[in-house]
């Protein structure tokens, strides 16, 4: 899918993305946020609803079996690992000083 527009409302981003199909998903997210959007060279082109219509007469849905659900959710977390951080800046600070330094390392890099 695709990031179809953002709206700014009341301290939050509200991002449209479409799915194929015509499925279109909202998503708020809180500000202050980083968003990577990827402009597509053409418009998104969409399966004919034929070509849908006739894989689901002739596809096959196999049933699985699973192992028994963990009540409790989420993924277990065996290991962890110090990231390496060869071209990394670790950013520390109150929100504020975070956003200020990567609107600089935007401008730096000609972002901005």
Do not use: H, W
């Amino acid at each position: 899918g695709y990031v179809a527009g953002v709206t700014l409302t009341n301290g939050a981003c509200i991002a449209r993305k479409e799915y194929p199909g015509g499925l279109i998903a909202e998503m708020e997210v809180q500000l202050p946020a980083v968003l990577g959007i990827q402009a597509a060279e053409e418009p998104p082109r969409y399966v004919p609803i034929s070509k849908v219509r006739q894989a689901m007469k002739t596809a096959i849905i196999e049933e699985q079996s699973v192992p028994s659900l963990d009540a409790a959710g989420g993924p277990v977390i065996s290991r962890l690992f110090v990231p390496e951080s060869q071209q990394a800046t670790m950013i520390e600070g109150t929100t504020e000083d975070i956003a200020a330094r990567l609107v600089e390392i935007f401008e730096e890099v000609g972002v901005l």
